[in-house]
Structure formats: structure tokens, C-alpha cells
């Protein structure tokens, strides 16, 4: 699971780290390698206690973020909304990390239409502001629609990513691509690399959210196609694939959503959430092996029906 490898990695670094400082401590024996920029751990500390985060838009705004905390991946309460509006732009699909400097980054849709997606930051999940805006034209595509940028710290590598849906018409056909980042500012980036072996027959498909699990790459990707709007399943042995469906169409019950974000319970658990975009509702669905989910429960609160598309961060 990307956001645990993410944690996990960053707990490594902190045991080195804390380690090389050790003296008498038999930890100095195992040759650790620190990959990466060394952050102390006073740097590297959470805004909030609450083990989740759960960035979206709603469905009053386009333009404002709202930000939840919860301590189940169950019950989550408003922490701050609106508690962003970008100096320009749509604020669509938030993801969220906690990066190595300690801050909180989202990655975000600015437009229904164009060739950029944009980043924010903030220390404190409350007090954001924008850190770049990221070109998606390229000699690779010139994309009509950037859809859904979707942060994901790939584990073999270490390398942080964002997957992007990039249409060569409007509004389709889609398909995902990884941008790679080149430093830790997160302003700077390589890509686009096209996800093979996701077609981009009809609509093609939006909104992929990559799960490292068992050394497979799953991407949980929604079919754009009309009478299709469904969440399918795809593998690879890598990132930028080539990909292969194990599950399609509506194998899960969940209906028509798009948005996927996969997290992990306390119970170690998967747990998908997705944008019924069509139902109005928000809907949350339980796996232990990323194949057979749970029929679905809808996000309670009066979460459902108000947040859209959105990202939840286990840190
Ligand atoms: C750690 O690496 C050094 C240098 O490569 C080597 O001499 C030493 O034996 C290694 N120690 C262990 C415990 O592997
Ligand atoms: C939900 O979370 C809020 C805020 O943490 C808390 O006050 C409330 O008791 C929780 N409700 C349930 C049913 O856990
Ligand atoms: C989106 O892009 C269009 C075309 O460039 C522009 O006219 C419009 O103002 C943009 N919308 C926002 C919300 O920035
Ligand atoms: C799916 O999960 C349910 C609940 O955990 C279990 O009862 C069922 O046997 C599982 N089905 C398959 C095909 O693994």
C-alpha cells in the first residue's frame, strides 16, 4: 500500500538516521542506506494526531478545499472548510501527502479543460498555498483535458509520482500517465510516461490510483465510456505497466463512481472510497486482498452527497 510504504519508508530513514547517531546501539552493525534527503524528526510530524486525512471538493464548490480528520478511516469530521481557494482555477480532486519536509502537499485539477494540473502546500492543514503549476504539454501529448493528478510513492523505486489522465480530445479519449519528480521541492518534474496497456478506445479511462500489494502494481481506473462509468482493476509488475484487467464492468457492485482512493484500516484492511457522481452518494467499500470488496456503505456525517472526488491519507 502506497501510503504505508510511504510511512514505512520514512520510518526506516528515521531508525537509520537515528541509528548512525548510536553509538553503543547494534543497530550501527546493519549498514542501513539512507536513500534521500535526511529529515530530523522534529521535521518530519503530523499537523493533526487523527490517523486520517481526507482532502476533496464538494458539491457547492469546484474552487474551495475542505479538509477532514479521522481516527477510524470511518468517521470523519471537518478539520477546516473551506480551507483553500487557489489564487486562479478549479481546486477538483485533491490528493494528499505527507512529504518528507514535514508539509502536506495536494495535487489538483485546475480546469475542466487545458494543459496543467497545479500543487499546494501546507504545514498545518489549514494555511495552504500554491507551490507550482505543472505543464502537461509535451512532445508526448498535447492534451485537451488533465484530469485527476494522483500523487503515488512507488516503493521499488522510492521515486514520487503523480498518474494523470490526459485526453487528445475534449473530453476523450483518456488515458493515464506518470509524471516523476525530479527533486523534493515537488516544482519540478519528468513525464509524461503513458500507462501501457490501458486502452484509450472510446473514452478511454480517468481517474487511476496505483496500489503496490503482493509485488503487483493495482490500478483502480474508471471506464469514461457512456454505459460503461464503472471502477475496474488492472495489474503490472510496473508502474508504467504493461497493464492487464482482472476485474471490469461493474464486478463489485459499486455502480457507476469514479474518484477511487484506496487506504488501509486499523484492522489492515483495504477500504476504497469513491465519487458516485451519478448517485450523489460517497461510497466506501472493504477488502482484504484488493479482489473481493464489500458491498458498498455509504460515508457518513452528511459527508455523503457533499464531498466529491477526493483523496484519504493514512499517516
Ligand atoms: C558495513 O560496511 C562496511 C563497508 O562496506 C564493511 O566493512 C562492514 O563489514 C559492514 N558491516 C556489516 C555489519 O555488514
Ligand atoms: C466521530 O468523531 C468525532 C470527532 O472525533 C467524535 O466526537 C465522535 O464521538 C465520533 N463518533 C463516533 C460514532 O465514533
Ligand atoms: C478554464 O480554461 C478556460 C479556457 O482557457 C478559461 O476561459 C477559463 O477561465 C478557465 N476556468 C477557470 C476557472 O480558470
Ligand atoms: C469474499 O469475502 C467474504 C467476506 O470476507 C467471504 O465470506 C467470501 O468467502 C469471499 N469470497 C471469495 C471468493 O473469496
Known amino acids: 500500500m502506497a501510503r504505508i510504504q510511504q510511512f514505512l519508508s520514512a520510518a526506516v530513514l528515521l531508525i537509520s538516521l537515528w541509528a548512525s547517531a548510536t553509538i553503543a546501539s547494534p543497530l550501527k552493525q546493519s549498514n542501513v542506506t539512507v536513500i534521500g534527503p535526511a529529515v530530523s ?3 518530519f510530524k503530523r499537523a493533526v494526531s487523527a ?9 457547492v464548490s469546484e474552487s474551495n478545499l475542505y479538509v477532514y480528520t479521522s481516527n477510524d478511516g470511518t468517521n470523519f469530521s471537518v478539520l477546516k472548510g473551506p480551507a483553500y481557494t487557489p489564487p486562479s482555477g478549479l481546486i477538483r480532486d485533491p490528493s494528499v501527502i505527507l512529504h518528507t519536509d514535514g508539509k502536506y502537499y495536494i495535487a489538483y485539477t485546475t480546469n475542466w479543460s487545458g ?3 497545479a500543487i499546494a502546500s501546507s504545514a498545518d492543514l489549514l494555511t495552504w498555498s500554491l507551490v507550482a503549476t505543472i505543464s502537461t504539454a509535451s512532445s508526448v501529448i498535447t492534451p485537451v483535458n488533465t484530469w485527476a493528478p494522483e500523487f503515488f510513492k512507488d516503493p521499488k523505486t522510492g521515486r514520487l509520482n ?3 489522465s490526459l485526453s487528445t480530445g475534449s473530453y476523450g479519449p483518456f488515458r493515464p500517465f506518470a509524471f516523476t519528480a525530479n527533486d523534493n521541492t515537488l516544482k519540478s518534474w519528468s513525464g509524461p510516461v503513458v500507462l501501457s496497456g490501458i486502452p484509450n478506445t472510446g473514452l478511454g479511462y480517468i481517474d487511476s490510483f496505483p496500489v503496490y ?3 503487483q502494481y493495482h490500478l483502480f481506473t474508471k471506464a469514461e465510456s457512456n454505459g460503461q462509468k464503472h471502477i475496474e482493476h488492472a495489474v503490472a509488475s510496473s508502474l508504467t505497466g504493461p497493464y492487464s484487467f482482472v476485474q471490469q464492468g461493474d464486478f463489485a457492485g459499486w455502480g457507476q463512481a469514479e474518484g477511487p482512493s484506496i487506504t488501509v484500516l486499523p484492522n489492515g484492511r483495504f477500504r476504497l472510497f469513491a465519487d458516485g457522481f451519478n448517485s450523489g452518494k460517497y461510497i466506501m467499500s472493504d477488502s482484504s ?4 470488496w464489500s458491498g458498498y ?3 457518513p456525517n452528511g459527508l455523503s452527497g457533499f ?3 477526493g483523496t484519504v491519507l493514512k499517516q
Open 41 to 43: 524528526p522534529e521535521a
Open 51 to 59: 490517523p486520517y486525512v481526507f482532502t476533496a471538493f464538494t458539491s
Open 115 to 117: 494543459t496543467n494540473f
Open 162 to 164: 503523480i498518474i494523470v
Open 213 to 215: 500489494y503482493n509485488n
Open 289 to 292: 486482498d484488493l479482489y473481493n
Open 297 to 299: 456503505q455509504t460515508i
Open 307 to 309: 464531498v466529491r472526488h
